[in-house]
Nanobody, 120 residues
């Protein structure tokens, strides 16, 4: 069974920085792509960034140049460093790794999310 746990959320002032993390644990063969999504109050969940197996990263235009996604393969962990945060970045941030297991093949998993609030 695969578990996905996000951490690092909190309250930050506009213009500030925060790094959220996501660790994948359990029985699996390998982790493929690892994505970050967020869901703001009253809005649909949206994809914001992802890092591929090879390390290449992609970003939603609205966070490009402010957010950086990275991963530590040895720790099965993906990070999202967020700089110059804006009130509109307030949301619950979710990790969505694509994980390969013997029983379920290759599929995406979700964590419980971590809350990020940007406010003065």
């Amino acid at each position: 069974q695969v578990q996905v746990v996000e951490s690092g959320g909190g309250l930050v002032q506009p213009g500030g920085s925060l790094t959220v993390s996501c660790v994948v644990t359990g029985m699996f063969i390998r982790i493929h792509d690892m994505d970050w999504h967020r869901q703001a109050p009253g809005k649909q969940r949206e994809w914001i960034a992802g890092v591929s197996t090879g390390g290449g990263a992609n970003y939603l235009d609205s966070v490009k140049d402010r957010f950086t996604v990275s991963k530590d393969n040895a720790k099965n962990t993906v990070y999202l460093q967020m700089n110059n945060l804006k009130p509109e970045d307030t949301a619950v941030y979710y990790c969505n790794p694509v994980v390969e297991t013997l029983g379920s093949g290759i599929k995406g998993y979700w964590g419980q999310g971590t809350q990020v609030a940007v406010s003065s």
